[in-house]
């Protein structure tokens, strides 16, 4: 028990030596930190101008350089410039950056306050992807070597010149930019490339700078005039649109995709109606994964159906993959659809003039790369009438239900009233009281294998006959 003792004696002194002469060694070095290197941190200047250069990859030229100690190191900067005088890729003005100290022993630039009076950056997207100042983003999605998620962000002005391609003019993007910083930094953004055209964002985020693909939060949105031109050269999916769209509402992501979104939107002359200074509103809603969606549109109205609901599937991991369902769509609105969004054997749909109306339509296509896509429509039609186009007939009173695909077509036809024009066939429209029929035909190669068996016609006049077809054989 005494060896005990003495042992537990002896820890606590050590202890107490240690409560007395740790502190002081602390408070010895923190005044020989402040009384020796503070002072002279100004003489790491070229140091630091050089790590920035080799962060960057590019020549950096700086104006006005102080560093200092407030709780962190601090840079102060008149002027910021990265890449060649003749033309720079980023140029800053009124910098302050305040870091943290201790994840500088390994080399992360993890930012307590950062502030921008002005600045120009430029953004082009390119063959092999978006160049940010000239940098490609790294494996984080990071263009720039500084991690702003804990720091609270003051960027007064900042102009975007982004270019959808390196030869294109670039289109100016202004913009302000707050962040709280901390655990879940609450931010504000603002985008405005016209004095009527805006995004703005206001709730949370987390992770979107140090990992954009990772990145989480919530908030809400207010879109105002953007350009739905810009659409298409960012996905080469997405139809070519004139016009304008604006929107509001809630949005909510995770991994760096949209999850959960809710809003109010309104399409100013899309180039989806005749007439000029059409709008076009509706409710959106998005309920997403990391893979797939789906849209849904409801209370559409502008257009010939008012309202009109439509749900449209997307799934991009490998491939294009879209479904849209209607329960009820004027044949009108054919002429709406854009033709870059339908496949070449179909894209003069929307030239000629439509009457009647699809029932529970059901659309689907899927592409891979540059291979055809593969798509099925399914409708009921309703009394659809068309006029003649190439080596189509045209029609009226068309009634049945159709299943079409690029090699086959099914279509049970029973319609009343009924006019075949085919000015290649006859001489004048064929109209007939009623008509029905069982149609199936299969293409081979650049030909196409009907049978239709049978087909009831009535009219004109007396006339009653039932015919059958069998590839190039006509029983009646």
Do not use: C
């Not at 200092?68 to 910098?95: F, H, I, K, M």
């Not at 950056?97 to 630039?109: S, Y």
């Not at 491939?319 to 054919?334: F, G, H, M, N, S």
């Not at 006049?461 to 029983?475: F, N």
């Amino acid at each position: 028990m005494s060896r005990l003792r003495l042992i537990l004696a002896g820890l606590r002194r050590f202890g107490g030596w240690l409560l007395a002469v740790v502190p002081t060694l602390l408070v010895l070095l923190a005044g020989a930190f402040y009384l020796l290197v503070v002072p002279r941190l100004d003489l790491l200047r070229p140091y630091v101008s050089q790590f920035l250069s080799r962060s960057l990859g590019a020549p950096v030229s700086v104006q006005g350089m102080h560093l200092g100690w407030n709780w962190g190191p601090s840079l102060e900067l008149a002027a910021l410039r990265v890449g060649t005088p003749s033309r720079p890729e980023l140029t800053l003005q009124g910098v302050h950056l305040r870091l943290f100290a201790l994840p500088l022993l390994w080399g992360d630039w993890v930012a307590q306050y950062f502030s921008v009076a002005d600045g120009v950056v430029s953004v082009v997207q390119t063959a092999d992807g978006w160049r940010v100042a000239g940098q490609k983003p790294g494996p984080s999605g990071r263009a720039l070597p500084l991690d702003l998620n804990w720091a609270h962000v003051d960027v007064r002005h900042l102009t975007v010149q982004w270019r959808s391609q390196p030869q294109a003019n670039p289109v100016p993007l202004h913009v302000q930019w707050q962040s709280s910083g901390g655990l879940r930094p609450q931010m504000q953004v603002q985008v405005r490339w016209s004095p009527q055209g805006l995004l703005r964002y206001t709730g949370a985020v987390r992770g979107i700078f140090t990992r954009p693909g990772r990145s989480s939060g919530s908030g809400k949105w207010v879109l105002e005039s953007l350009p739905l031109s810009w659409l298409h050269p960012l996905d080469t999916h997405l139809p070519a649109l004139t016009g304008s769209m604006s929107s509001h509402g809630y949005l909510q992501w995770r991994y760096g995709v949209p999850r959960l979104v809710s809003g109010q939107f309104v399409l100013h002359d899309a180039g989806l109606d005749a007439r000029q200074g059409t709008q076009i509103h509706g409710r959106l809603g998005w309920n997403g994964t990391g893979s797939s969606g789906t849209l849904q549109l409801a209370d559409v109205t502008g257009l010939a159906a008012q309202p009109l609901a439509a749900r449209l599937g997307l799934d991009w991991r490998r491939r294009l993959q879209w479904q849209i369902e209607a329960p009820l769509l004027p044949a009108a609105l054919l002429r709406s659809v854009p033709e870059t969004a339908l496949p070449a054997s179909l894209r003069w749909i929307p030239r000629q003039q439509w009457r009647g109306s699809l029932r529970n339509l059901h659309f689907r296509s899927r592409g891979t790369g540059h291979q055809a896509a593969a798509w099925q429509l399914q409708a009921v039609l309703r009394d659809v009438a068309v006029s003649p186009h190439g080596n189509w007939f045209g029609v009226q009173g068309l009634s049945g239900d159709v299943s079409l695909r690029p090699e086959a077509l099914q279509f049970h036809l029973a319609s009343r009233q009924f006019t075949l024009d085919w000015p290649q066939r006859f001489a004048a429209p064929l109209r007939l009281r009623e008509v029905s029929a069982r149609i199936v035909a299969q293409k081979a190669g650049t030909d196409w294998s009907i049978r239709a068996d049978p087909i009831v016609l009535q009219g004109p006049g007396h006339l009653h006959a039932r015919v059958a077809v069998q590839g190039r054989e006509l029983r009646l």
